[in-house]
């Protein structure tokens, strides 16, 4: 049971979050295949993942893996639960925040987040958590949408729309500078690299990925 102060949804836009990542499902797997079965392409059968939404990463990883999803929004367990049996992944939910996820120090080979952090309000305090579950060794996977070069007309774009994209989306940050977050977050090793997914969502044009290791 965790207990930190965090949102579990708003009972409309929670339901239509939800909705809205479902029936986005598809088309999330046809702009980001590429992407995720680089990176996920050797995951180990036990695994966290932190904001996991709808469980839009469950058909990246192998049948029978025990995934522990971090996920404070209620509105979003029903359709993690269908995906995961659909794809034969043994799940457990907590109802929590990322923050203070009340899992042992050094327990776990790998963490993943994609599309995450931007959400969350302490995004420091997170990826000290995942460092701090993560055994020596382990890794830390990402993809997440990050700030615009300032100046451009992207960053405009993002700074343009932050207010409603942060209500709509419960929480999202159209520019957050997660990629200095995850370079100052002491981890040993780094890799990341940044590029642009082009999708009718312009705000999250401007992404990265990679892993960090502990
Ligand atoms: C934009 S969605 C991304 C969902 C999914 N990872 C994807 O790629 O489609 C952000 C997710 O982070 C979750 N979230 C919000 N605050 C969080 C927190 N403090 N800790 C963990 N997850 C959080 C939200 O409920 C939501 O499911």
Redesign the pocket.
Known sequence: MCTNK??H?NPIRGRLNSWL?HILDGY?QFIYKNHKKQLFNDLPEVLVE????TG??IPYLKKGTQLIA????TY?HKCLHKKANKYAVNLEIKNC???NMKIKSNSVDAVIS???LC??LEETK?LNEIRRILKPGGKFFFVEHVAAKKGSFLHLIQRLVKRPWFWF????HTHKDITKSIRESGFSEIRMEAFNLYSPFVPIIPQIKGYALK
């Open positions: 965090i949102s949804g990542f999330s932190i904001g996991p939404g839009a990463n971090i996920e404070p929004n979003m925040g990322a923050e994609t599309l995450t959400t969350i997170a989306f419960e929480g999202c």
